[in-house]
């Protein structure tokens, strides 16, 4: 039987010192750490060097919304609950004195979702929804961790053609997202982890979130809503 103390090891290499075992408290609280020195340098090198695209991000989600658009949000897997978190999020504002805004989450009709898979194929799945329900000017909002999930980038493709403004969430180097000329920004977490990916996302789109509502609060600015904004990102 293998020692517990070896598969500790190989699971956490760092729970060893000077070759002697460390007791398995002392172990596991080494871990905790670690994942979240590593959770900060994830999220600070992404600040470092990103930070300009979530507010071009930001300006066109307002833009959307200025001119009577709606949010859409897509994903698979645990990313589909990054896309129902940030829908309920504009459609139930925690902060008050921040309006309800129009979001639809599209990985919430299950029939939906299998029929189209089971009779078409899941590559459809988001793409049909953004047919039905995507008019001109809302703002089409993709999580993929790998950002090569293909249902999303059918949809996105499909969305740019009917006049859509399309945001990307991925990780690692962006996948076929971040080199899509359709998606029009795509925030890119680079690391390699899914948990510190996902975790990124989940701060994004609170502060995405936050600077919508700031900027659709501030009258001295109304954007034009129009592809300047979507592909440079003009400030005021």
């Not at 172990?27 to 905790?32: F, T, Y």
């Not at 340098?41 to 991000?57: G, H, I, L, S, Y």
């Not at 066109?60 to 589909?80: P, Q």
């Not at 962006?174 to 899914?194: F, H, N, Q, R, Y």
Request: with cysteine.
């Amino acid at each position: 039987m293998t020692d517990n103390k070896d598969i500790l090891g190989a699971l956490y290499p760092f729970a060893t010192k000077g070759g002697a075992p460390r007791d398995m408290t002392e172990a596991i609280a080494a871990a905790c750490r670690a994942k979240a020195e590593d959770h900060v340098e994830t999220v600070t090198a992404f600040f470092a060097d990103q930070n300009n695209q979530v507010a071009k991000a930001a300006e066109i989600i307002a833009a959307s919304y200025r001119a009577g658009g709606r949010l859409l949000a897509m994903g698979n897997g645990g990313s589909s609950c990054d896309a129902s978190h940030l829908a309920v999020e504009f459609l139930h504002p925690v902060t008050a004195g921040r309006p309800a805004l129009p979001a639809v989450n599209l990985t919430a009709d299950t029939a939906m979702l299998t029929a189209v898979g089971n009779d078409v194929g899941f590559e459809h799945v988001f793409l049909r929804q953004v047919i039905a329900n995507g008019r001109k000017g809302d703002c089409l909002v993709g999580f993929s961790t790998s950002g090569t999930s293909r249902n999303l980038l059918a949809a996105f493709e499909k969305a740019k053609s009917m006049g859509l403004y399309t945001i990307g969430f991925a990780g690692k180097d962006g996948g076929a997202m971040a080199k899509s000329s359709e998606v029009d920004v795509c925030l890119t977490i680079g690391s390699d982890s899914i948990h510190r990916i996902q975790e990124t996302h989940l701060l994004i789109y609170h502060i995405l979130w936050d600077l919508v509502h700031t900027l659709l609060a501030d009258n001295r600015w109304v954007p034009e809503v129009d592809e300047t904004i979507a592909k440079n990102g003009d400030s005021p």
